[in-house]
């Protein structure tokens, strides 16, 4: 007999919500995760519209709503001009607007949400080996242990040890330059209810607001610190932001940096081995969709494992493998334009922001931009 029918491995954005999705409709799913605890840093900040729609089912939505910051307004500014702003007030969602927490919080109530529906993360749980049979799936872990299941969903990021044990190929590249993160506490000139992104001569800098009085900060640099001081950060804001001396940065409460690769999975899924989130796609963080397609692969997925699980065939995972990759190919070749767009060379930069400032007169632009980032596009 299996030990359960669904085995989620990670505890991230994306396993928390298949494990809920699952539970939600009676099927059994144990969650393991390698870290002894949940995140207690922020990475992903942004909840975009249709997360927060395919969300409203798991009883999750409403408490990320009540946790975050609500920004109804995108921007891409140079200085103290204003480019193009992107109004999400105007689409047909019950959220227009960007919804700025955390992601640890969000990692937070889906916990809460998973254990309400009698289900908890085993951890610390690291996979050594997962091996499939006609029947069903065995995964050994490095304590002894081992679960049988009839399904595995790797949920385990970007060194998915499912996908390397499925064998399947993460094709892409890495971009050049290394990205400083940080949040921290500013004053001045910096709305609390918009996302801006900063097109500078000498840079790009993205400032989001967060809940409790924090901003992201987010920046290309050629070596990015390791943990960003705030002398580092305000040399930024100065040298990218409205300019020196608008906005001062009384205290870094976190910072890191990181390197953005570019990559999705040949296929999604080999038998009863299925991949989600950034173990199946990674990208760069423009335009903040990196967890939201996650979280959208997660339900999509859960559809189609309880499906299974209940007598189905197995087509409903062949699809969910097809639709959602191709999602994924969309995202990715956006968020490289635009990633390419914000790190154009030095000498370009003003000529790319002329072509955006032109841009913003004409409304289907503006229409387009709103519809991607709020993932309102991917609706199925």
């Given at each position: 007999?299996?030990?359960?029918?669904?085995?989620?491995?990670?505890?991230?954005?994306?396993?928390?919500?298949?494990?809920?999705?699952?539970?939600?409709?009676?099927?059994?799913?144990?969650?393991?995760?390698?870290?002894?605890?949940?995140?207690?840093?922020?990475?992903?900040?942004?909840?975009?519209?249709?997360?927060?729609?395919?969300?409203?089912?798991?009883?999750?939505?409403?408490?990320?709503?009540?946790?975050?910051?609500?920004?109804?307004?995108?921007?891409?500014?140079?200085?103290?001009?204003?480019?193009?702003?992107?109004?999400?007030?105007?689409?047909?969602?019950?959220?227009?607007?960007?919804?700025?927490?955390?992601?640890?919080?969000?990692?937070?109530?889906?916990?809460?949400?998973?254990?309400?529906?009698?289900?908890?993360?085993?951890?610390?749980?690291?996979?050594?080996?997962?091996?499939?049979?006609?029947?069903?799936?065995?995964?050994?872990?490095?304590?002894?242990?081992?679960?049988?299941?009839?399904?595995?969903?790797?949920?385990?990021?970007?060194?998915?040890?499912?996908?390397?044990?499925?064998?399947?190929?993460?094709?892409?590249?890495?971009?050049?330059?290394?990205?400083?993160?940080?949040?921290?506490?500013?004053?001045?000139?910096?709305?609390?209810?918009?996302?801006?992104?900063?097109?500078?001569?000498?840079?790009?800098?993205?400032?989001?607001?967060?809940?409790?009085?924090?901003?992201?900060?987010?920046?290309?640099?050629?070596?990015?610190?390791?943990?960003?001081?705030?002398?580092?950060?305000?040399?930024?804001?100065?040298?990218?932001?409205?300019?020196?001396?608008?906005?001062?940065?009384?205290?870094?409460?976190?910072?890191?940096?990181?390197?953005?690769?570019?990559?999705?999975?040949?296929?999604?899924?080999?038998?009863?081995?299925?991949?989600?989130?950034?173990?199946?796609?990674?990208?760069?963080?423009?335009?903040?969709?990196?967890?939201n397609l996650g979280i959208q692969d997660a339900v999509v997925l859960a559809e189609a494992l309880a499906a299974v699980v209940a007598g189905a065939s197995d087509d409903p995972l062949d699809d969910y493998a097809r639709t959602r990759r191709a999602v994924a190919r969309e995202v990715v070749a956006m968020t490289d334009r635009l990633t390419r767009l914000a790190t154009v060379p030095r000498g370009l930069r003003p000529l790319r922001n002329s072509a955006i400032g032109a841009a913003a007169h004409i409304p289907a632009v503006r229409s387009a931009l709103a519809w991607r980032l709020s993932g309102l596009v991917y609706r199925i």
């Amino acid at each position: 007999m299996d030990d359960t029918d669904v085995l989620v491995v990670g505890a991230g954005p994306t396993g928390l919500t298949v494990a809920c999705a699952l539970a939600e409709r009676g099927v059994a799913a144990t969650v393991v995760d390698r870290q002894p605890a949940g995140v207690n840093t922020s990475r992903a900040a942004v909840v975009n519209a249709r997360s927060l729609e395919v969300l409203e089912h798991l009883d999750v939505a409403r408490r990320v709503v009540d946790r975050g910051r609500q920004a109804p307004r995108f921007t891409i500014r140079d200085r103290t001009r204003t480019l193009i702003t992107v109004d999400f007030a105007g689409l047909p969602t019950r959220y227009p607007y960007s919804l700025m927490l955390p992601q640890s919080s969000t990692e937070e109530i889906l916990r809460t949400r998973l254990g309400e529906l009698g289900a908890t993360v085993l951890r610390p749980k690291v996979v050594t080996a997962v091996t499939q049979d006609r029947a069903g799936v065995t995964t050994r872990f490095d304590d002894g242990d081992s679960i049988r299941s009839r399904y595995v969903v790797g949920a385990d990021g970007v060194h998915s040890t499912v996908r390397r044990q499925a064998d399947i190929r993460f094709g892409g590249g890495e971009y050049d330059d290394s990205f400083l993160l940080a949040d921290v506490r500013l004053t001045g000139e910096v709305p609390t209810d918009e996302v801006i992104l900063f097109w500078a001569r000498a840079g790009l800098t993205v400032v989001a607001p967060l809940p409790g009085g924090v901003h992201r900060i987010v920046a290309p640099v050629a070596e990015a610190p390791e943990r960003p001081s705030a002398t580092t950060v305000q040399h930024l804001l100065d040298a990218r932001g409205p300019g020196a001396g608008r906005i001062e940065v009384r205290e870094v409460i976190w910072g890191s940096r990181f390197r953005i690769h570019h990559r999705i999975a040949d296929t999604y899924r080999s038998r009863r081995l299925v991949l989600a989130g950034d173990a199946a796609h990674v990208h760069s963080p423009a335009g903040g969709q990196g967890m939201n397609l996650g979280i959208q692969d997660a339900v999509v997925l859960a559809e189609a494992l309880a499906a299974v699980v209940a007598g189905a065939s197995d087509d409903p995972l062949d699809d969910y493998a097809r639709t959602r990759r191709a999602v994924a190919r969309e995202v990715v070749a956006m968020t490289d334009r635009l990633t390419r767009l914000a790190t154009v060379p030095r000498g370009l930069r003003p000529l790319r922001n002329s072509a955006i400032g032109a841009a913003a007169h004409i409304p289907a632009v503006r229409s387009a931009l709103a519809w991607r980032l709020s993932g309102l596009v991917y609706r199925i």
